[in-house]
Each structure stands twice: as structure tokens, then as C-alpha cells.
């Protein structure tokens, strides 16, 4: 059986799979880290998106035998090691960015990535376009923008400390 | 999914001679179209070979008045490549437009092309500027390339490595989406160049073919309204539930028009 040895969250990881075994089987079955979603299983939803090589990926359609090597980061790895909140966590429970919270995942893991890219700030109609690969079934979109758009200041620094809804 | 055994050739002789040992073997790279494939049991290859390792199929470079683009060259690179912008912008618009940021991290010029889904944005841009795909074996122009639905001139152990894209005067590309599912309806990728006055049509036929009587108008006249009055022939055209043939034909020239202006 194929071994894969790739990093997960900063630890490194050597784990026997098959040829067919996909990444986020991987994450989820061998590794236990089930914050990664499975939603539609046919890489449109976006709840399995995990970082790779820091891009995003939907990690329901990469096989695990080519994350060899490769450094993933997932949702469980994106809070500091003592609890604080990364500032798009921070944000999408400051906005209430979620309603049943399947899709929120990969919605965090979409929105760091597409953030990090664009450090010239991006619009609202920017991060609507952004999210194109992102699925919400409860049509929570709106808030999950607003939580977008005041992480960004944060992560690029325009704003010490989040926004609050209420400002 | 079936399971399979898995290599990682580092070169292009090695991925040939792995393919070439096994007739159910399939060459994969981002997988973003042979993975769902092989999901539904679509395919059952005995064997993958993934060729994301192989470098001499990487890279984007300006080689005379043409841009070569690696086979493995990311979707997402193809948007944001500094080089593709100044020299053949639409190409950057091309690969921006391609499904999402996911799909656009992990998909490839090589695997869109080579799969040549009628659907596919990649192909119109190859045919629209009279490209050149270059392979294990040779080099192919893309009027020689595209045969049919997901059937290209590539061999079972041929690979495609690069294209080499001649850079246009000018050039445009429009298609009109599917609301759900994000595929090309009809699109249409209109250049003058080079190559002369070409225009591709996707989405809307089996697979990507050029509009000689858009071509000629375009030639004597490069204005939208030289192709308003143009109506492409039904016949032939994809016919589903997502659209008529009647209805994707009356698109193509929608869509020409939008190309030639986005052309300028």
C-alpha cells in the first residue's frame, strides 16, 4: 500500500493509503481532523476546502498520494496554539456568519486564502465573486461577506482589533 | 472509486514509458476532471500517472511573438501571470474565468485541453488564436488537434507538454454561463492576428469549431456589426435540458458580438 508523509497543521504525518484514497479521507478517517467537511463530494460545494501548499483546494478532489510532501492546513490548525482565534474565526462569530455551520469550514478556509491573495482589499462584489466555489445551504451569505470584509483589516493590518457588528 | 496503482514519473520519457506499458493506464494532473470521472465509475484505469512532477512541463515564457505555457501550468498561474497579461491579456481573462478559485488552484492548462470537454473554456482560446500543441511526439496546430467530444489527436501514450500561443493584434472572448452549473452555453473566442481572422466556437457544439462566415465578415469588416446579422446553422448542436439547439445557436452570434467588442 502507498505511504504518504505530508505536514497537517504544522506536525508531520506518515500514513499508509490507497491509490484511491483522497485527501480529505485522509484528514478525516486516518488523521481524525473532521473539521473538514464532506458536502457534496463532487468539488462544488467548497465545505472540504483545506489549504495545500497555501492555496486553497477542494480536498475531495485531490488524491492523497499527491499530498506527498505537501503542507496542509486545515480548519483545526488555523486558531493559535492557545485558543485565540484566528481574526476570520473571530469575524464570522462576531457577524454570525453561520447558520448551521456545515458549509462554515471551508467557508473560513476559502475566505483566509482569498484574503491573504488580495492584501489590496477586496469589495463587497469582490468577495461575493470570491466565495464562488463556497455552497451555504441556509443562503447565509450575507453575513458570512460582512464577516470577510472586517477580517481583512485585521489580517492586513488597516485595524488593530475587529470591527464590531454593532459599529 | 476503483482503486488503481499510482506513479510519479520526473520526466516525460518516463511518463510516456509508464503509459505505454499500460493501455488502462491514464495521465492525471490536477484530476479535477478525471477524479470526479473516476468517482462515477466513469473510468477505470489500472494505473495513474501523474505527471505534476515532471518540470520541463511548467512555466510560462515568451518565446519570440509567442507565449509557451506548460502543460501543468495552474489555471490560477495562467490569470495571474504577469506575462500572459501584457502580451495576450484575454488569456488571463480566459483562465480567470475558469470554474473557481479551487478548481483554478489544482486544474491545468494540459488537462482541459487534452480532456477537450465541449464545455471547456481552453479550447476556443487554443483554436480562437491558432495555437500550437506541443507533445511527447510533435507539434500539432489546433486546427489539427480538436476531432471531437473529449477526443483530441493525442495518442494513448502521447502527452501534451506545452502550447505555444501566437500573440494577437487583438483578441476577445465572451461566453454565456449556465446559471447553476457555471458551464459554457455558448462561447465565442474571436482574434485577428498571425494567424489572421479566426473565430472559435465552445460550449455549443460537441466540441470547439470555427465560424467560417464570422471569419470572412470579421475579415472585410471588424466590427460587432459585421457579425449581428450572422446566424449560426442548429443543426448539429447540443440539444439538453439546459438549452436547445436553436437556443445555444442564436447565442453564438450573442456571443461573437461580446467577443469582438471585448476585443476592441
Excluded at chain 1, 497555501?54 to 492546513?73: D, F, H, P, Y
Amino acid at each position: 500500500m502507498p505511504q504518504v508523509t505530508l505536514s497537517v497543521n504544522g506536525a508531520t504525518h506518515t500514513v499508509e493509503v490507497e491509490g484511491r484514497t483522497l485527501l480529505v479521507e485522509l484528514l478525516r478517517e486516518k488523521l481524525r481532523l473532521t473539521g473538514t467537511h464532506v458536502g457534496c463530494d463532487t468539488s462544488q460545494c467548497g465545505a472540504c476546502v483545506v489549504h495545500m501548499d497555501g492555496e486553497s483546494v477542494k480536498a475531495c478532489t485531490v488524491l492523497a498520494v499527491a499530498s506527498q510532501g505537501a503542507n496542509i492546513t486545515t480548519i483545526e490548525g488555523l486558531a493559535a496554539a492557545d485558543g485565540t482565534l484566528h481574526p476570520m474565526q473571530e469575524a464570522f462569530r462576531e457577524y454570525h456568519a453561520l447558520q448551521c455551520g456545515f458549509c462554515t469550514p471551508g467557508m473560513v478556509m476559502s475566505a483566509v486564502d482569498l484574503v491573504q491573495k488580495n492584501p489590496q482589499g477586496l469589495s463587497e462584489p469582490e468577495i461575493r465573486e470570491g466565495l464562488e466555489g463556497n455552497l451555504c445551504r441556509c443562503t447565509g451569505y450575507h453575513n458570512i461577506v460582512k464577516a470577510i470584509a472586517a477580517a481583512q483589516d485585521v489580517m492586513h493590518g488597516r485595524r488593530e482589533t475587529l470591527a464590531t457588528a454593532a459599529e | 472509486m476503483y482503486d488503481f496503482a499510482y506513479h510519479k514519473p520526473s520526466s516525460v520519457a518516463d511518463a510516456v514509458k509508464l503509459l505505454a506499458a499500460d493501455p488502462d493506464a491514464k495521465a492525471v494532473s490536477g484530476g479535477h476532471t478525471l477524479i470526479p470521472a473516476l468517482k462515477h465509475r466513469l473510468n477505470k484505469p489500472t494505473s495513474l500517472v501523474d505527471l505534476s512532477g515532471i518540470a520541463e512541463m511548467k512555466g510560462i515564457r515568451r518565446e519570440g511573438n509567442a507565449i509557451v505555457i506548460g502543460a501543468l501550468t495552474k489555471h490560477e498561474a495562467v490569470a495571474t501571470s504577469a506575462e500572459v497579461k501584457a502580451a495576450i491579456p484575454v488569456l488571463a481573462f480566459v483562465a480567470k474565468h475558469i470554474g473557481d478559485t479551487q478548481v483554478r488552484n489544482r486544474g491545468t492548462l494540459g488537462g482541459s485541453v487534452a480532456n477537450n470537454d465541449p464545455a471547456a473554456d481552453y479550447p476556443a482560446a487554443v483554436l480562437g488564436l491558432g495555437a500550437t500543441v506541443h507533445t511527447s511526439k510533435r507539434k500539432v496546430a489546433a486546427d489539427e488537434f480538436f476531432l471531437g467530444m473529449f477526443t483530441t489527436a493525442l495518442e494513448a501514450d502521447e502527452i501534451l507538454t506545452a502550447i505555444s500561443f501566437p500573440i494577437p493584434e487583438k483578441a476577445g472572448y465572451a461566453k454565456m454561463r449556465n446559471p447553476a452549473s457555471r458551464y459554457v452555453m455558448a462561447g465565442a473566442f474571436v482574434s485577428k492576428g498571425p494567424m489572421g481572422v479566426r473565430v472559435a466556437i465552445n460550449g455549443a457544439g460537441p466540441c470547439v469549431f470555427r465560424q467560417a462566415a464570422m471569419e470572412a465578415a470579421l475579415s472585410a469588416n471588424w466590427s460587432a456589426d459585421a457579425v449581428a446579422a450572422i446566424m449560426q446553422d442548429a443543426d448539429g448542436l447540443n440539444s439538453d435540458i439546459h438549452g436547445s439547439a436553436e437556443y445555444r445557436a442564436h447565442l453564438v452570434t450573442v456571443m461573437a458580438k461580446r467577443a469582438v467588442l471585448a476585443a476592441g
